[in-house]
């Protein structure tokens, strides 16, 4: 069993800048690869960022290339995703999931773990 939990969400102004934070505890962290997701209203949850177990591979969705950095820091159990240049179409509850493999993947499925969410509001 994985637990998961987000912290570091809030509301920023457009052009702002965030960073999420995930907190994993149970199965060894370093061998699961990561991911990101957001979920806005009326939408179904997508993918925003996936890292590898060892963080040598990243992915991203087209819409955040450029802006959000995904890392984690294996010692500290923890990923990250640096949110930059925030618009408000980036408002989202923000997922952090896991999946018991270390290779990385955009789909919500391949992920069996997830947390409870945090909330990013981003005002024009």
């Known amino acids: 069993q994985v637990q998961l939990v987000e912290s570091g969400g809030g509301l920023v102004q457009a052009g702002g800048s965030l960073r999420l934070s995930c907190a994993a505890s149970?199965?060894?962290?370093?061998?699961?690869?990561m991911g990101w997701f957001r979920q806005a209203p009326g939408k179904e949850r997508e993918f925003v960022a996936t890292?590898?177990?060892?963080?040598?591979?990243?992915r991203y969705t087209d819409s955040v290339k450029g802006r959000f950095t995904i890392s984690r820091d294996n010692a500290k159990n923890t990923v990250y995703l640096q949110m930059n240049s925030l618009k408000p179409e980036d408002t989202a509850v923000y997922y952090c999931?896991?999946?018991?493999?270390?290779?990385?993947?955009?789909?919500?499925?391949?992920?069996?773990?997830w947390g409870q969410g945090t909330q990013v509001t981003v005002s024009s």
């Open positions: 149970g199965r060894p962290f370093g061998s699961s690869a």
């Open positions: 890292i590898s177990w060892s963080g040598s591979s990243t």
């Open positions: 999931a896991a999946r018991e493999v270390f290779g990385i993947s955009p789909y919500r499925n391949d992920y069996g773990y």
